[in-house]
Nanobody, 127 residues
């Protein structure tokens, strides 16, 4: 699976932004998908994840719960991250990632469990 992330940009605090991640390959549906982010000088952080197939299970990081929404459109091989009420602490490079899973509810939260990564898209939030 190859992933291509897009949608980042420079926004002001309180604004919204939607990231997209297009995947290639016939097995996109059988992969759990996630967004991670990495700010300068910080470790990569789990943002949100969605299980494979219908995306029955979703998990959010504590810092984005209630503000971000992850979704997937298998017909378009696309993963989304809707980000609302952005703040300066959300400034980071955002990466999409895919993990092959055997069951519809499987979803890892650790970066080292994901096999495929997009190139990253920069999100900068000014105060």
């Amino acid at each position: 699976v190859q992933l291509q992330a897009s949608g980042g940009g420079l926004v002001q605090a309180g604004d919204s932004l939607r990231l997209s991640c297009v995947g290639s390959g016939r097995t996109f549906t059988s992969h759990a998908l996630a967004w991670f982010r990495q700010a300068p000088g910080k470790e990569r952080e789990f943002v949100a994840g969605i299980s494979g197939w219908s995306g029955f299970r979703v998990v959010y990081g504590d810092s984005v719960e209630g503000r971000f929404t992850i979704s997937r459109d298998n017909a378009k091989n696309t993963l989304y991250l809707e980000m609302n009420n952005l703040g300066p602490d959300d400034t980071a490079v955002y990466y999409c990632a895919a993990e092959w899973v055997a069951t519809p509810t499987s979803l890892s939260l650790e970066a080292d469990k994901f096999d495929y990564w997009g190139q990253g898209t920069q999100v900068t939030v000014s105060s």
